[in-house]
Nanobody
Framework: QVQLVESGGGLVQAGGSLRLSCAASGRTFSRYIMGWFRQAPGKERAFVAAISRSGGSTLYAPSVKGRFTISRDNANNMYLQMNSLKPEDTARYYC????????????????WGQGTQVTVSS
């Protein structure tokens, strides 16, 4: 199994930027595809972005495409660079990992972090 820990959340003004990090440990990190999801109060957890094992393929939700960038390094980390943030981006953001193919559903992912809060003020 793998353990995931998110960091980098916080309070930012609309139009600003924030960079989230996800540190993975346990089984071989490079074996897993990884993704970001977010959940606002009263709403279901929603897909944000995903990245392949090699980092060569990415997938984004339409609401964040062009503003967010997902990446992973050669060590244990995955990142989500968030630019041009909007109040509707406010949510708790979760890091996820899986052994299968890129997916956009929570059921596609087996391992989850505890989440990190992102709040965008007007």
């Amino acid at each position: 199994q793998v353990q995931l820990v998110e960091s980098g959340g916080g309070l930012v003004q609309a139009g600003g930027s924030l960079r989230l990090s996800c540190a993975a440990s346990g089984r071989t990190f490079s074996r897993y595809i990884m993704g970001w999801f977010r959940q606002a109060p009263g709403k279901e957890r929603a897909f944000v972005a995903a990245i392949s094992r090699s980092g060569g393929s990415t997938l984004y939700a339409p609401s964040v495409k062009g503003r967010f960038t997902i990446s992973r390094d050669n060590a244990n980390n995955m990142y989500l660079q968030m630019n041009s943030l909007k109040p509707e981006d406010t949510a708790r953001y979760y890091c996820a990992a899986a052994e299968g193919s890129l997916g956009t559903s929570v059921t596609d992912y087996k391992y989850w972090g505890q989440g990190t809060q992102v709040t965008v003020s007007s």
